[in-house]
C-alpha cells in the first residue's frame, strides 16, 4: 500500500478505513468477531489509517476499533471524533453538543474504549455554531499539550471555520464528503487545505455504495439503512443517478478495473494529501479498493471524471434537511 502524509507529518496508507459500519448503520449489527478479523486482515493488507467517532454505537465502534487493533498500534493511526455530549451510562446521545471544557472528560472516555494512551487523530465532528471555533481549537490544544491526543482534525467544515481554527491550533486534517457525485468541498475546502498544508480525509468515496455499481433503483434497503434517509437514495433519484455510474463502469471495463477503483483513483489523482477512507465489512472490498493505488488515470480520463458531475447531473442532496444543515461547506 502506497503512503501519504496528513498535515507535515501524519503518515498514513494512501487509502484508509471507515469502519462506522461495523457496528450498524447500514443494517443490523454484524458479528464481532467477523469485524475483527477483517480489521485485521486489512492491516495484513497495508492499511493503517482507521476511523472511528464516539458516536458510532455509541460508543461500540470505538471498543470494537481498539480492541481489535490492539496487537498492531505500533503500526496504525487511529483517528476518532467527538461532538455530541453522549450519557456514559445510557451510551445515548443528551440531544445538545460538547462544550470545550468537556473535552477533558470525553477525551478519557474515548482513550479508555480506544485502550490507547494518545489519540493520534481527533476530530471535531460537526461544527457548533454556538461555541466559537477558536475555543474548541484551544482546547484540543491543551490535550495535545498534555499528550492525550497528537493531531486536531475538523469534519464538515467551511473554509472559514478551518482558518479561524488552524490560527488557534495546527489542523492536521479535513475529513468532509468528497467523491464523483459530490464535489461541495472543491470551490473553497480544498485550495484552502492545499494554501495551508492540511490533509483532507474523503468519507463516502463510494457515494455509499452507489459508484461501485452495486446499488440501482431495484435495491432493496434494510431496515435501520441510512440510505433510506438520503434524498439521493430515492427510487427516482437512484434511476436518475445511473448514468454517471454507467459513465464510471465504461472506462472502469476499458482499463480492466472496477467503478469503484475509478472513483478512487480519481480522488487520489486530485491532490498528494488526499487519503479516502471507504468503509466496508468485506474483505474482499478492502483487497479492491487498495488496488485503486495502482490504478493510473491520464489526465483526460481524469478531465473527464472531472467534468462528470456537470455533464450528466446528480439528483438529490446528499443528506435530509437536518443534515444538510449541520454541515459547514
Known amino acids: 500500500m502506497h503512503q501519504r502524509t496528513l498535515g507535515t507529518d501524519l503518515h498514513v496508507s494512501a487509502i484508509g478505513l471507515g469502519c462506522m459500519t461495523m457496528t450498524g448503520g447500514y443494517s443490523g449489527r454484524p458479528d464481532p468477531n467477523q469485524m475483527i478479523n477483517l480489521l485485521h486482515a486489512a492491516v495484513d493488507r497495508g492499511v493503517t489509517f482507521f476511523d472511528t467517532a464516539e458516536i458510532y454505537g455509541p460508543h461500540a465502534n470505538e471498543e470494537l476499533v481498539g480492541q481489535s487493533l490492539a496487537p498492531f498500534r505500533d503500526r496504525v493511526v487511529i483517528a476518532t471524533k467527538f461532538a455530541q455530549d453522549i450519557d456514559p451510562d445510557t451510551r445515548t446521545p443528551r440531544g445538545r453538543m460538547l462544550t470545550p471544557d468537556q473535552l477533558p472528560e470525553t477525551v478519557d472516555g474515548s482513550l479508555r474504549r480506544l485502550g490507547a494512551e494518545t489519540i493520534d487523530l481527533y476530530y471535531?465532528?460537526?461544527?457548533?455554531?454556538?461555541?466559537?471555533?477558536?475555543?474548541?481549537?484551544?482546547?484540543?490544544?491543551?490535550?495535545?499539550?498534555?499528550?492525550?491526543?497528537?493531531?486536531?482534525?475538523?469534519?464538515?467544515?467551511?473554509?472559514?471555520?478551518?482558518?479561524?481554527?488552524?490560527?488557534?491550533?495546527?489542523?492536521?486534517?479535513?475529513?468532509?464528503?468528497?467523491?464523483?457525485?459530490?464535489?461541495?468541498?472543491?470551490?473553497?475546502?480544498?485550495?484552502?487545505?492545499?494554501?495551508?498544508?492540511?490533509?483532507?480525509?474523503?468519507?463516502?468515496?463510494?457515494?455509499?455504495?452507489?459508484?461501485?455499481?452495486?446499488?440501482?433503483?431495484?435495491?432493496?434497503?434494510t431496515e435501520g439503512d441510512i440510505r433510506t434517509t438520503i434524498p439521493r437514495f430515492s427510487t427516482e433519484n437512484r434511476d436518475a443517478n445511473q448514468a454517471l455510474v454507467s459513465h464510471v463502469g465504461a472506462l472502469a471495463s476499458a482499463k480492466g478495473a472496477t467503478p469503484g477503483q475509478v472513483a478512487l483513483a480519481w480522488l487520489l489523482a486530485q491532490q498528494a494529501h488526499i487519503v479516502p477512507i471507504p468503509g466496508t465489512r468485506r474483505l474482499s472490498r478492502i483487497e479492491e479498493n487498495a488496488g485503486a493505488t495502482t490504478l493510473a488515470l491520464s489526465a483526460d480520463e481524469v478531465a473527464d471524471l472531472d467534468a462528470l458531475a456537470t455533464t450528466v447531473g446528480v439528483a438529490g442532496n446528499r443528506y435530509n434537511d437536518a443534515g444538510m444543515a449541520a454541515v459547514g461547506l
Open 124 to 221: 471535531q465532528h460537526r461544527v457548533d455554531p454556538d461555541v466559537p471555533i477558536e475555543d474548541v481549537a484551544g482546547a484540543v490544544a491543551e490535550l495535545v499539550a498534555a499528550g492525550q491526543v497528537r493531531h486536531f482534525g475538523l469534519s464538515e467544515p467551511g473554509a472559514g471555520t478551518i482558518r479561524r481554527a488552524h490560527a488557534v491550533h495546527p489542523v492536521t486534517a479535513v475529513q468532509s464528503e468528497y467523491s464523483l457525485w459530490t464535489r461541495d468541498p472543491e470551490p473553497a475546502v480544498l485550495p484552502t487545505c492545499a494554501e495551508l498544508g492540511i490533509g483532507f480525509v474523503p468519507f463516502s468515496p463510494l457515494g455509499k455504495g452507489f459508484l461501485t455499481g452495486s446499488v440501482d433503483s431495484s435495491t432493496a434497503f
